[in-house]
Protein backbone atom coordinates (compact mmCIF):
# COMPACT_ATOMS: atom_id res chain seq x y z
CA UNK A 1 0.00 0.00 0.00
CA UNK A 2 1.55 3.64 -1.15
CA UNK A 3 1.74 6.10 1.61
CA UNK A 4 -0.13 9.01 1.67
CA UNK A 5 1.76 11.89 2.77
CA UNK A 6 1.14 13.31 5.56
CA UNK A 7 -0.51 16.95 4.92
CA UNK A 8 -2.05 18.36 8.03
CA UNK A 9 0.57 17.04 10.25
CA UNK A 10 -1.73 14.79 12.27
CA UNK A 11 0.10 11.58 11.72
CA UNK A 12 -2.81 10.77 9.08
CA UNK A 13 -1.68 8.39 5.64
CA UNK A 14 0.72 5.64 7.37
CA UNK A 15 -2.17 3.18 7.40
CA UNK A 16 -5.98 3.82 6.76
CA UNK A 17 -8.08 3.58 9.71
CA UNK A 18 -5.65 3.77 12.12
CA UNK A 19 -4.02 6.35 14.78
CA UNK A 20 -0.51 7.53 14.94
CA UNK A 21 1.65 6.63 17.66
CA UNK A 22 3.02 9.77 18.35
CA UNK A 23 1.63 12.67 19.94
CA UNK A 24 -0.32 15.00 17.08
CA UNK A 25 -0.35 18.59 17.14
CA UNK A 26 -3.93 19.68 17.74
CA UNK A 27 -5.72 21.91 15.69
CA UNK A 28 -6.82 25.68 16.08
CA UNK A 29 -10.66 24.75 15.83
CA UNK A 30 -13.90 27.30 16.70
CA UNK A 31 -15.34 28.34 18.69
CA UNK A 32 -11.27 29.62 19.78
CA UNK A 33 -11.06 33.04 18.11
CA UNK A 34 -7.09 32.96 19.28
CA UNK A 35 -4.82 30.36 19.36
CA UNK A 36 -5.03 30.26 23.68
CA UNK A 37 -5.32 25.97 23.30
CA UNK A 38 -2.33 25.81 21.40
CA UNK A 39 1.13 24.30 22.65
CA UNK A 40 2.72 26.85 19.93
CA UNK A 41 1.63 29.51 17.89
CA UNK A 42 0.24 28.87 14.65
CA UNK A 43 2.77 28.63 11.77
CA UNK A 44 2.77 29.18 8.25
CA UNK A 45 1.56 26.09 6.34
CA UNK A 46 -0.85 25.13 9.28
CA UNK A 47 -5.14 24.60 8.23
CA UNK A 48 -7.92 25.34 10.10
CA UNK A 49 -10.62 22.95 10.68
CA UNK A 50 -13.52 22.59 9.45
CA UNK A 51 -11.87 24.69 6.46
CA UNK A 52 -14.74 27.33 6.08
CA UNK A 53 -16.38 28.65 9.32
CA UNK A 54 -19.38 28.40 10.34
CA UNK A 55 -21.71 31.32 9.78
CA UNK A 56 -22.23 33.38 12.60
CA UNK A 57 -23.24 37.41 13.00
CA UNK A 58 -20.30 38.74 14.37
CA UNK A 59 -18.06 39.62 11.79
CA UNK A 60 -14.06 40.08 11.92
CA UNK A 61 -12.55 42.90 10.40
CA UNK A 62 -11.55 42.12 6.82
CA UNK A 63 -7.61 41.88 8.01
CA UNK A 64 -8.55 38.96 10.35
CA UNK A 65 -9.78 36.98 7.17
CA UNK A 66 -8.99 36.45 3.57
CA UNK A 67 -11.79 37.17 0.82
CA UNK A 68 -12.23 33.65 0.44
CA UNK A 69 -13.53 33.43 3.72
CA UNK A 70 -15.61 36.27 3.78
CA UNK A 71 -19.26 35.63 3.78
CA UNK A 72 -20.65 36.44 0.01
CA UNK A 73 -24.08 38.18 -0.82
CA UNK A 74 -26.94 35.60 -2.58
CA UNK A 75 -28.72 36.69 -4.77
CA UNK A 76 -33.12 36.28 -4.15
CA UNK A 77 -34.37 33.24 -6.06
CA UNK A 78 -36.77 33.95 -8.74
CA UNK A 79 -37.69 30.77 -10.03
CA UNK A 80 -40.19 30.30 -7.26
CA UNK A 81 -43.20 32.98 -6.80
CA UNK A 82 -45.98 31.97 -4.08
CA UNK A 83 -49.65 33.54 -4.05
CA UNK A 84 -52.37 33.41 -2.24
CA UNK A 85 -55.95 33.60 -3.27
CA UNK A 86 -58.14 36.35 -1.53
CA UNK A 87 -61.89 35.81 -0.91
CA UNK A 88 -63.97 37.59 -3.18
CA UNK A 89 -65.46 39.95 -0.51
CA UNK A 90 -62.11 41.20 0.04
CA UNK A 91 -60.85 41.64 -3.48
CA UNK A 92 -60.30 45.02 -4.63
CA UNK A 93 -62.69 46.15 -7.10
CA UNK A 94 -61.83 46.79 -10.83
CA UNK A 95 -63.63 50.29 -10.93
CA UNK A 96 -61.88 51.02 -7.68
CA UNK A 97 -58.84 53.18 -8.92
CA UNK A 98 -55.54 51.52 -7.27
CA UNK A 99 -54.62 54.85 -4.19
CA UNK A 100 -51.54 53.05 -3.06
CA UNK A 101 -49.72 54.77 -5.81
CA UNK A 102 -50.35 58.10 -5.60
CA UNK A 103 -49.96 58.19 -2.00
CA UNK A 104 -46.57 56.82 -2.20
CA UNK A 105 -45.23 59.84 -4.84
CA UNK A 106 -47.26 62.49 -3.18
CA UNK A 107 -45.61 65.23 -1.38
CA UNK A 108 -45.51 65.17 2.30
CA UNK A 109 -45.13 69.07 2.56
CA UNK A 110 -48.99 69.44 2.57
CA UNK A 111 -49.01 67.05 5.38
CA UNK A 112 -47.74 68.83 8.91
CA UNK A 113 -44.84 67.61 10.18
CA UNK A 114 -43.86 67.59 13.74
CA UNK A 115 -40.61 69.71 13.68
CA UNK A 116 -37.45 67.74 14.85
CA UNK A 117 -36.24 68.95 18.04
CA UNK A 118 -32.57 69.17 18.59
CA UNK A 119 -31.21 68.21 21.90
CA UNK A 120 -29.26 71.67 21.38
CA UNK A 121 -32.91 73.82 21.09
CA UNK A 122 -33.51 75.43 23.84
CA UNK A 123 -37.39 75.88 25.68
CA UNK A 124 -39.33 78.49 24.43
CA UNK A 125 -39.41 81.41 27.33
CA UNK A 126 -42.54 81.06 29.45
CA UNK A 127 -45.30 82.76 29.05
CA UNK A 128 -45.93 85.96 31.49
CA UNK A 129 -48.41 84.79 34.26
CA UNK A 130 -51.97 86.59 34.58
CA UNK A 131 -52.39 85.28 38.58
CA UNK A 132 -52.65 88.45 40.74
CA UNK A 133 -49.96 88.63 42.89
CA UNK A 134 -50.78 88.45 46.66
CA UNK A 135 -48.29 89.81 48.73
CA UNK A 136 -47.58 88.12 52.47
CA UNK A 137 -47.36 90.62 55.44
CA UNK A 138 -44.21 92.35 55.42
CA UNK A 139 -43.11 92.22 51.69
CA UNK A 140 -44.49 96.13 51.59
CA UNK A 141 -41.87 97.47 48.34
CA UNK A 142 -40.04 100.53 50.32
CA UNK A 143 -41.30 103.45 49.49
CA UNK A 144 -38.77 106.41 47.71
CA UNK A 145 -39.26 108.78 51.33
CA UNK A 146 -37.73 107.15 54.05
CA UNK A 147 -39.03 107.79 57.77
CA UNK A 148 -37.00 108.85 60.68
CA UNK A 149 -35.90 106.65 62.72
CA UNK A 150 -37.48 108.17 65.97
CA UNK A 151 -41.31 107.68 64.19
CA UNK A 152 -40.35 104.12 63.40
CA UNK A 153 -42.51 101.53 64.21
CA UNK A 154 -39.89 98.57 64.41
CA UNK A 155 -39.17 99.01 67.08
CA UNK A 156 -40.64 101.69 68.38
CA UNK A 157 -38.81 104.42 69.89
CA UNK A 158 -40.61 107.13 71.25
CA UNK A 159 -42.88 106.91 74.52
CA UNK A 160 -46.06 108.83 74.00
CA UNK A 161 -49.34 108.25 75.17
CA UNK A 162 -51.43 110.16 72.74
CA UNK A 163 -54.11 110.51 76.41
CA UNK A 164 -51.76 112.99 76.89
CA UNK A 165 -50.05 116.39 75.23
CA UNK A 166 -47.65 116.08 72.67
CA UNK A 167 -45.25 118.16 74.89
CA UNK A 168 -44.77 114.85 76.95
CA UNK A 169 -43.23 112.20 74.54
CA UNK A 170 -39.76 111.53 75.09
CA UNK A 171 -37.40 108.36 74.24
CA UNK A 172 -37.83 105.08 75.44
CA UNK A 173 -34.35 105.26 76.92
CA UNK A 174 -34.52 108.44 78.67
CA UNK A 175 -37.08 109.79 81.56
CA UNK A 176 -37.02 113.63 80.37
CA UNK A 177 -38.83 114.96 76.70
CA UNK A 178 -37.80 115.37 73.39
CA UNK A 179 -35.31 118.02 73.16
CA UNK A 180 -35.81 120.55 70.19
CA UNK A 181 -32.92 119.23 68.14
CA UNK A 182 -35.05 116.12 68.49
CA UNK A 183 -38.63 117.27 67.50
CA UNK A 184 -37.31 119.99 64.70
CA UNK A 185 -35.62 117.10 63.43
CA UNK A 186 -36.86 116.24 59.58
CA UNK A 187 -39.66 113.30 59.83
CA UNK A 188 -39.01 112.33 55.63
CA UNK A 189 -35.83 112.00 54.05
CA UNK A 190 -36.00 113.63 51.18
CA UNK A 191 -38.46 116.57 52.67
CA UNK A 192 -41.83 116.94 52.61
CA UNK A 193 -44.17 119.36 52.75
CA UNK A 194 -47.62 117.07 53.49
CA UNK A 195 -47.80 113.58 55.43
CA UNK A 196 -51.41 111.93 55.50
CA UNK A 197 -51.54 108.97 58.86
CA UNK A 198 -54.05 106.17 58.84
CA UNK A 199 -54.79 103.74 60.85
CA UNK A 200 -57.19 100.82 61.61
CA UNK A 201 -58.48 101.86 65.16
CA UNK A 202 -60.53 105.22 63.23
CA UNK A 203 -61.81 105.53 60.30
CA UNK A 204 -60.94 109.25 59.11
CA UNK A 205 -57.14 110.12 58.22
CA UNK A 206 -54.98 112.93 60.06
CA UNK A 207 -53.69 115.45 57.64
CA UNK A 208 -49.56 116.78 58.72
CA UNK A 209 -48.27 119.88 56.92
CA UNK A 210 -45.30 121.75 57.64
CA UNK A 211 -45.10 124.58 59.90
CA UNK A 212 -43.44 127.21 57.44
CA UNK A 213 -43.16 127.16 53.82
CA UNK A 214 -40.13 124.61 52.13
CA UNK A 215 -39.32 123.93 55.99
CA UNK A 216 -40.49 120.44 55.58
CA UNK A 217 -42.42 118.19 58.15
CA UNK A 218 -40.88 117.72 61.18
CA UNK A 219 -40.44 115.04 64.11
CA UNK A 220 -42.83 117.66 65.91
CA UNK A 221 -45.52 118.39 63.95
CA UNK A 222 -46.20 115.05 63.45
CA UNK A 223 -46.67 114.35 67.18
CA UNK A 224 -48.80 117.82 67.50
CA UNK A 225 -50.55 117.14 64.74
CA UNK A 226 -51.68 113.61 66.14
CA UNK A 227 -52.61 114.78 69.45
CA UNK A 228 -54.91 117.68 67.09
CA UNK A 229 -56.45 115.45 65.32
CA UNK A 230 -57.31 112.82 68.19
CA UNK A 231 -58.45 115.67 70.41
CA UNK A 232 -61.45 116.64 68.08
CA UNK A 233 -65.08 116.35 69.22
CA UNK A 234 -66.70 112.97 68.20
CA UNK A 235 -69.83 114.13 65.96
CA UNK A 236 -73.04 112.97 66.40
CA UNK A 237 -73.00 111.09 63.01
CA UNK A 238 -69.67 109.36 63.76
CA UNK A 239 -71.41 108.09 67.26
CA UNK A 240 -74.72 107.17 65.86
CA UNK A 241 -72.88 104.35 63.15
CA UNK A 242 -71.69 102.66 66.31
CA UNK A 243 -73.47 99.08 67.10
CA UNK A 244 -74.34 99.34 71.15
CA UNK A 245 -71.70 97.25 72.14
CA UNK A 246 -68.54 99.82 70.23
CA UNK A 247 -70.65 102.67 72.04
CA UNK A 248 -70.64 101.14 75.72
CA UNK A 249 -66.84 100.60 75.25
CA UNK A 250 -66.63 104.21 74.04
CA UNK A 251 -68.61 105.52 76.80
CA UNK A 252 -66.06 103.64 79.42
CA UNK A 253 -63.00 105.33 77.42
CA UNK A 254 -64.37 108.70 78.50
CA UNK A 255 -65.32 107.80 81.68
CA UNK A 256 -61.50 106.64 82.15
CA UNK A 257 -60.25 110.16 80.52
CA UNK A 258 -62.45 112.46 82.61
CA UNK A 259 -61.60 110.75 86.15
CA UNK A 260 -58.19 110.68 85.18
CA UNK A 261 -57.98 114.57 83.88
CA UNK A 262 -60.27 117.26 85.84
CA UNK A 263 -62.25 119.71 83.78
CA UNK A 264 -62.31 117.56 80.49
CA UNK A 265 -66.22 116.26 80.68
CA UNK A 266 -66.95 119.63 79.29
CA UNK A 267 -65.66 118.54 76.04
CA UNK A 268 -67.53 115.55 75.67
CA UNK A 269 -66.39 112.60 73.79
CA UNK A 270 -63.49 112.99 71.94
CA UNK A 271 -62.38 111.55 69.10
CA UNK A 272 -59.22 109.68 71.48
CA UNK A 273 -62.00 107.90 73.04
CA UNK A 274 -63.00 105.86 70.00
CA UNK A 275 -59.03 104.39 70.49
CA UNK A 276 -61.12 102.54 73.31
CA UNK A 277 -58.07 102.85 75.51
CA UNK A 278 -55.45 102.03 72.52
CA UNK A 279 -53.72 105.53 73.36
CA UNK A 280 -49.85 104.18 73.18
CA UNK A 281 -47.71 105.37 69.68
CA UNK A 282 -45.92 102.42 68.56
CA UNK A 283 -44.57 103.98 65.38
CA UNK A 284 -45.21 104.58 61.62
CA UNK A 285 -45.08 101.93 58.61
CA UNK A 286 -45.38 102.59 55.06
CA UNK A 287 -48.12 101.85 53.08
CA UNK A 288 -49.25 101.01 49.47
CA UNK A 289 -50.24 104.73 49.02
CA UNK A 290 -47.89 107.20 48.35
CA UNK A 291 -47.50 109.88 51.08
CA UNK A 292 -49.56 107.64 53.62
CA UNK A 293 -48.33 105.86 56.54
CA UNK A 294 -49.80 103.56 58.99
CA UNK A 295 -50.14 104.86 62.92
CA UNK A 296 -49.23 101.98 64.93
CA UNK A 297 -51.12 101.77 67.84
CA UNK A 298 -51.42 99.66 71.59
CA UNK A 299 -52.01 99.41 75.27
CA UNK A 300 -49.93 102.08 77.72
CA UNK A 301 -47.56 100.34 79.55
CA UNK A 302 -47.63 102.41 82.25
Known amino acids: MTQRPDTYGYGYGTRSGTRPHYPYTPAFQPPYRYPIALPRAPRAGDAYWPRPLPPTVYHPTAG ?3 AAYAPQPTAPDKSKHVRFSL ?38 PPAPST ?18 PILAAH ?24 S ?25 PIEIVESAPRAGVRVGNVLDGLSKGLWYPLSAHEYASLDARNKSKIDAAY ?4 GRTPG ?12 QGHTMFQGLAPTRESGTWALM ?6
Not at 166 to 178: G, K, M
Not at 255 to 258: A, G, H, P
Not at 297 to 302: F, H, K, N, V
Request: glycine share 2%; hydrophobic share 35%; charged share 15%.
Open 155 to 178: PPVLHFNLAFSSSYARLSTSSTPL
Open 64 to 66: YLS
Open 131 to 148: RTEHRQPGTIPVPSVSLA
Open 264 to 275: AAKQGILRLDWL
Open 255 to 258: QTRV
Open 87 to 124: PSRLRRSRTMPDLSAAYAQASTSAVPQAPERSRYMTRP
Open 180 to 204: SSHRHALATSPPTSRLRIRSQMFPW
Open 297 to 302: LGWPTT
